[in-house]
């Protein structure tokens, strides 16, 4: 179970989550694919994303068993990455909304999408859209996202991307040999 620890950096209040400690390198994936990693979590985000809320429709959507979509709806939701809000009281029936830390995930789904339509499918089954808020007389058109540093503006590629680590005892080969050895 997951304990909410609370973080004011980036100028905002998060919540994030402690994970238990996992066997081998100290790695926020590692700690994401412990709530994400099983598929009928990814594909369950992904229908809220598209903004069916409703079991039925997420399960008929996803094609999960509904035991197994249970389930992962209720490791998602203790993880803070989905809230239950009801909509009926008799019988009590609730939709699922993505939290913040759910709407985060949105360029992890718009990666596997990319790759999934780049290397998996002839024909992309579905295509992003951009429309441009802030231009409404800007027409909408097939979204070709980017990465972007925030700090400055360059667009990135994997060859610029360096890696600095910071947890201790760690190297990038592995965990570090004892002094003296």
């Known amino acids: ?9 980036a100028g905002h209040t998060t919540h994030r989550h402690a994970a238990a400690p996992l066997p081998g390198r100290p790695c926020s994936i590692a700690a994401a694919l412990q709530v994400l990693g099983e598929k ?23 094609g999960a068993p509904r035991d197994r979509l249970t389930a992962r709806l209720r490791a998602l ?11 009926s009281e008799r019988p009590p029936r609730y939709e699922y ?7 985060d995930l949105a360029p992890l789904t718009q990666a596997l ?13 579905v295509v992003l859209r951009h429309h441009p808020a802030d231009r409404p007389d800007h027409p909408d058109h ?12 360059a667009e990135v590629h994997n060859p610029d991307i360096g ?7 760690w190297d990038r080969q592995g965990p ?6």
């Open 142 to 153: 097939p979204l070709d996202a980017a990465w972007t540093c925030r700090t400055c503006g």
């Open 40 to 62: 009928w979590a990814l594909l369950a985000v992904r229908e809220l994303f598209y903004g069916n809320h409703r079991f039925d429709r997420i399960a008929g959507n996803t």
């Open 113 to 125: 999408l990319a790759w999934g339509d780049r290397w998996l499918s002839p024909e992309p089954p």
């Open 176 to 181: 570090k040999p004892p002094p003296g050895r």
């Open 1 to 9: 179970m997951t304990q909410p620890i609370a973080d004011s950096s």
């Open 97 to 103: 909304h993505l939290t913040d830390a759910g709407r």
């Open 77 to 87: 939701e203790e993880a803070g990455v989905v809230e239950r809000r009801a909509y």
């Open 163 to 169: 890696l600095e680590i910071r947890s201790p005892g």
